[in-house]
T-cell receptor, first 116, second 107 residues
Framework: KAGVTQTPRYLIKTRGQQVTLSCSPI?????VSWYQQTPGQGLQFLFE???????NKGNFPGRFSGRQFSNSRSEMNVSTLELGDSALYLC???????????????FGPGTRLTVL | AQSVAQPEDQVNVAEGNPLTVKCTYS??????LFWYVQYPNRGLQFLLK??????LVKGSYGFEAEFNKSQTSFHLKKPSALVSDSALYFC?????FGAGTILRVKS
């Protein structure tokens, strides 16, 4: 099975712009989560989607949004970029069912976003 | 709210010696606990998990972890460290990751 794929792998944007990142989960995985990884803050949870519904949301401003499509692919969008948004954005998929949270996550390689 | 703590930023071990990377947790209800590893330029990989049952969980690459309910700990262990084990290790509960511990194994 192919692993989790993320596109693009690298992005350079300027402050005030917006960006869309894409994630394709492992085939058969219905749960997709997004994380922001920075040297200072570590891995911070952004949101989790299951069957096109946002199931959990982290403590990030409304500039960060996401969605999941019927084929389980997911996108996240960051509007009005700030310098502090520079980070590695990781997508993870898991088998997941509507109620459980004990399945391990499989991570993609990440999208490295640099905001200038 | 669920949380995990990794008290050590870095652990240094000589090759061939046993290693331990520490993790403590705070959850309500039954804990679901995970260890992940992040190698340079290779992304995060799942190592092992505790859901229920035996307190000693075995995982990938010879790693194991010991669940201790009374101490609310889930320490990662390996009997004999390899230089190739050098990486960043994360303890996690669902959707919440610890700060990570850098493991350096020296030959």
């Amino acid at each position: 099975k192919a692993g989790v794929t993320q596109t693009p792998r690298y992005l350079i944007k300027t402050r005030g712009q917006q960006v869309t990142l894409s994630c394709s989960p492992i085939s058969g995985h219905r749960s997709v989560s997004w994380y922001q990884q920075t040297p200072g803050q570590g891995l911070q949870f952004l949101f989790e989607y299951f069957s096109e519904t946002q199931r959990n949301k982290g403590n990030f401003p409304g500039r960060f949004s996401g969605r999941q499509f019927s084929n389980s692919r997911s996108e996240m969008n960051v509007s009005t970029l700030e310098l502090g948004d520079s980070a590695l954005y990781l997508c993870a998929s898991s088998l997941g069912t509507s109620g459980d949270n004990y399945n391990e996550q499989f991570f993609g390689p990440g999208t490295r976003l640099t905001v200038l | 709210a669920q949380s995990v703590a990794q008290p050590e930023d870095q652990v240094n071990v000589a090759e061939g010696n046993p290693l331990t990377v520490k993790c403590t947790y705070s959850v309500s209800g039954n804990p679901y606990l995970f260890w992940y590893v992040q190698y340079p330029n290779r992304g995060l990989q799942f190592l092992l998990k505790y859901i229920t049952g035996d307190n000693l969980v075995k995982g990938s690459y010879g790693f194991e972890a010991e669940f201790n309910k009374s101490q609310t700990s889930f320490h990662l262990k390996k009997p004999s460290a390899l230089v190739s084990d050098s990486a960043l290790y994360f303890c996690a509960v669902p959707l919440v990751f610890g700060a990570g511990t850098i493991l350096r194994v020296k030959s």
